[in-house]
């Protein structure tokens, strides 16, 4: 039974997409456990999209669009099976499985193929296969944006600055990959899911940094892709609660993403810091992070990386301005940061701290050391860094070159005409 008439292909479509976006990868999972087969489950789910664009605008949404694409979905997998063999025992059980009373028109929209206490288990199994430790990272980002986050191919290609061909490629390829080694769609035991949920988390903060702060391209921020993490986190955050690092992650991109409206002007120009209208800043944003937060380190076992930085954002959260931010904290929580974490970009960030709480000197030393060692070589952070702290020791030629040397290295249009104007009003 449908909703009403014939909607018409664009209202089917609108249907179709709202849909897929919102239930992805409860369907995908339902039907990777139904199936026993990851790559057959997401083909099969993509066959019954592709139905329901057709049939829903020739018939109607149906009242349940949800159990329509399951049962659709099923279908195409029975006949997989029949295809791969007539007297496979598996193929036997599925097709007893489906009810006869269905109609010939179509699928029954009522007909909900999965237990509905056990979706949370699918989604979460779903998200631990896309990003399982066999696989590359950039296969893990396209099948985790696809399987999980239900987008398209075309919009992980502009979401990942990647060809459309080269996405698909990765995605089959993950998908032929995870089958030949025998990866089971199920939860790994205890011991082996915290192992593998750094790999979860690392996949949706990169997913998250990218659209917070775009490496390459004319914009800045790229806020659907940052969204569609902070969506993916909130999910995982649900299905893990006692985890502290999910909820640190959750936290750290609220705060991050508070500040979005602010940090960008009227034609899309980058706005620092130190020049922005606190007053944009999104207090829901800010009240969400501080609450996953506080749930973060109300489970008793520390802060992990993530929820370090989370501190920090929340520090800048609660400051009225870059002055009145406590510095001295940053500071420390950089410096935890670094045993628990070390990488050059957390020295270099503490560095930028330590010149706001001690003066720009003794954070040159760090940032000399860093650039001594080659770290960071051929990224413009730390020539920006190092101008930026020239130029308050009035060291201004130096300072220029630096700044200069940044915006050559800088691949985002954005950045760069922010590091020219500073480079600029140095004089020439």
């Not at 699928?107 to 430790?133: G, I, K």
């Not at 955050?237 to 991109?253: D, F, I, M, Q, R």
Request: aromatic letters at 4%.
């Amino acid at each position: 039974m449908a909703t009403g008439g014939p909607p018409g292909a664009e209202s089917a479509r609108r249907a179709v997409e709202a849909v897929w976006r919102i239930e992805a990868a409860r369907i995908v999972g339902a039907l990777a456990r139904y199936t026993g087969d990851f790559a057959l489950a997401e083909d099969v789910a993509q066959e019954a999209v592709a139905e329901a664009l057709v049939g829903w605008a020739r018939d109607g949404v149906p009242a349940n669009p949800v159990g329509w694409l399951l049962t659709t979905a099923r279908r195409r997998a029975v006949d997989s099976f029949r295809r791969r063999a007539a007297l496979d025992a598996r193929y036997a059980v599925l097709a007893g499985q489906l009810a006869e009373g269905t109609s010939s028109g179509g699928p029954s929209s009522d007909d909900l193929p999965w237990d509905p206490d056990r979706v949370d288990d699918d989604v979460l199994a779903l998200m631990f296969v896309a990003c399982h430790p066999v696989l590359s990272p950039e296969a893990r980002l396209a099948l985790t944006l696809r399987v999980v986050g239900g987008l398209s191919s075309e919009e992980i290609a502009r979401a990942l600055l990647a060809p459309v061909p080269t996405v698909q490629a990765r995605i089959t390829r993950a998908k032929k990959t995870i089958a030949a080694a025998g990866v089971p769609f199920a939860l790994p035991p205890a011991p082996e899911r915290r192992e593998r949920l750094g790999a979860v988390l690392n996949v949706l903060y990169v997913i998250f940094t990218e659209g917070s702060t775009a490496t390459t391209g004319d914009q800045l921020l790229r806020p659907d892709l940052a969204y569609e993490a902070i969506r993916l986190a909130r999910t995982l955050a649900a299905l893990l609660p006692t985890e502290p690092e999910v909820h640190g992650l959750l936290a750290l991109c609220e705060l991050t993403a508070a500040r979005f409206p602010a940090r960008t002007g009227p034609d899309g120009e980058a706005v620092l810091l130190a020049d922005q209208d606190r007053r944009r800043w999104d207090r829901s944003a800010i009240r969400r992070g501080l609450a996953a937060l506080g749930r973060a380190s109300a489970l008793g076992r520390g802060l992990g990386p993530y929820g370090l930085q989370a501190s920090i954002a929340a520090c800048h959260a609660r400051a009225s301005s870059v002055p009145e931010t406590d510095w001295a904290r940053v500071v420390l929580l950089y410096e935890a940061l670094g045993r628990v974490a070390p990488s050059p970009v957390v020295e270099l960030n503490r560095a930028v701290a330590v010149a706001m709480a001690d003066g720009p000197q003794q954070a040159l030393s760090v940032v000399d050391e860093l650039a001594a060692a080659g770290r960071l070589a051929g990224s413009y952070l730390l020539p920006s860094v190092r101008g930026e702290l020239l130029a308050r020791l009035g060291r201004t030629a130096e300072a220029r070159a630096e700044l200069d040397l940044a915006a050559r290295l800088c691949r985002n249009v954005r950045e760069r005409s922010v590091l020219l104007r500073k480079a600029d009003a140095l004089g020439r």
